[in-house]
Structure formats: C-alpha cells, structure tokens
C-alpha cells in the first residue's frame, strides 16, 4: 500500500529554471494538498485540492501553480525557481478536508527536497 | 503572526520518563487540535486529536490536554521511548472557517536510552 508518494525526492535548480513536483495517492482521497517545510516555520500551505476539479490558494501560493490532474494526481509546478523556493514540499491527501473531525486526518507523502542555487 | 506557537524548539527525555510537549494558539475560533510526528526523511503522520468539547483524549502512552481558557494544549508521552524521538507539530483548525489547519514551528524530542 503505497499511501502518497511523491516524485522527485531530491532536485536542484539553478535560479529562473522551472520544474513539477508530481504526487500521486491510492486512498480514493478527495482533498489533496502542498505544503512546505521550513525551519521554525512548520508547514505552510502552499495549494490545495478539496476536491477533483477544483483547486485554491493557501498560504504561500507566490510562486507556485497546481494541476490536479485527477483524483488521483496533484502536481505543483515553479515556473520561475528563486533561492528563496529552497524548502521541503510535502504533498498530503486527506479523505474529508483537512481539520474536519474525524476525516480529516493528512497523509503525507517523504517529501521532496528542493535546493534553488 | 503566528497563530499555533510551540516556543520550545528541542527537548531532551530521559528514556521512561515522561514528555511534555506544549502548544499555545491565539485564534479563540478553533475547535479542532492535532499533533503530528516527524521521523527525519519521512513525511508527518497523524498522531493524536482533540475537539474542543473534551479536555483529554488518550491513546495508549499518548494523552493530549487541551485547556481553552489558557488556549494551551499540551501532549504527554508516558513512558517515554527512544523510539518517540522525533519532531511534534501541533496542528489547529476552526470548523466555522473552512477547518483550514495551521501548523506550529515544530519541537524536537530526544529520548535518550
């Protein structure tokens, strides 16, 4: 059982390049997530999913744009990488949405580590 | 400004004592407290919850205490583990606004053997 895995797990870029990070999960989850991690920041989050069809901004969206591509796929795309992307993304899927009691529980994928040079 | 704080960034268990981890939010609108645990290279898993109709909600070594009036929670790990050593983040939501979570920075337990 697989749960989220996320792709790739490490990435460099050079600033001004542009890359996907792709997500998949297995649960039949609707809501899907992107998160960051940084230090003493906790997770902050950059784009959601609460269903297939529909995406919305969180709190850190500059930056990023989402697809989810279907129920199953939701990636998050920098179009214009700078150092100040560097971070640990984090991709989450949760049955209900994020903080509903009971359904809301996040799964979250290894993450991704992004360094912008 | 950050909503969820976890002002101790580290703390240090001697193995088979007790751990307390503490959380203190600003936001009186939530009504829904999480922690998750973070091993290194690994994404959070969902650890234990609470709604803000209860004081306690225990599961095995792990009991969370959640006081409104101080807007402070607190997770207890008894004994503690080696095994525990890892990174908490409490999490909060509010049901009347969306139950969008907010995250605090994290504190990292070191349970020594």
């Known amino acids: 059982n697989a749960g989220v895995t996320q792709t790739p797990k490490f990435q460099v870029l050079k600033t001004g390049q542009s890359m996907t990070l792709q997500c998949a999960q297995d649960?039949?989850?609707?809501?899907m997530y992107w998160y960051r991690q940084d230090p003493g920041m906790g997770l902050r989050l950059i784009y959601y999913s609460a269903s297939e069809g529909t995406t919305d901004k969180g709190e850190v969206p500059n930056g990023y744009n989402v697809s989810r591509l279907n129920k199953r796929e939701f990636s998050l795309r920098l179009e214009s990488a700078a150092p100040s992307q560097t971070s640990v993304y984090f991709c989450?899927?949760?049955?209900?949405?994020?903080?509903?009691?009971?359904?809301?529980?996040?799964?979250f994928g290894e993450g991704s580590r992004l360094t912008v040079l | 400004d950050q909503q969820v704080k976890q002002n101790s960034p580290s703390l240090s268990v001697q193995e088979g004592r007790i751990s307390i981890l503490n959380c203190d939010y600003t936001?009186?609108?939530?009504?829904?407290f999480l922690w998750y645990k973070k091993y290194p290279a690994e994404g959070p898993t969902f650890l234990i919850s609470i709604s803000s109709i209860k004081d306690k909600n225990e599961d095995g070594r792990f009991t969370v205490f959640l006081n409104k009036s101080a807007k402070h929670l607190s997770l207890h790990i008894v004994p503690s583990q080696p095994g525990d050593s890892a990174v908490y983040f409490c999490a909060a939501s509010a049901s009347n606004a969306g139950n969008m979570l907010t995250f605090g920075g994290g504190t990292r337990l070191m349970v020594k053997p």
């Open positions: 936001n009186s609108m939530f009504d829904y």
């Open positions: 649960m039949n989850h609707n809501s």
């Open positions: 989450a899927s949760s049955k209900g949405f994020q903080g509903s009691a009971n359904t809301g529980e996040l799964f």
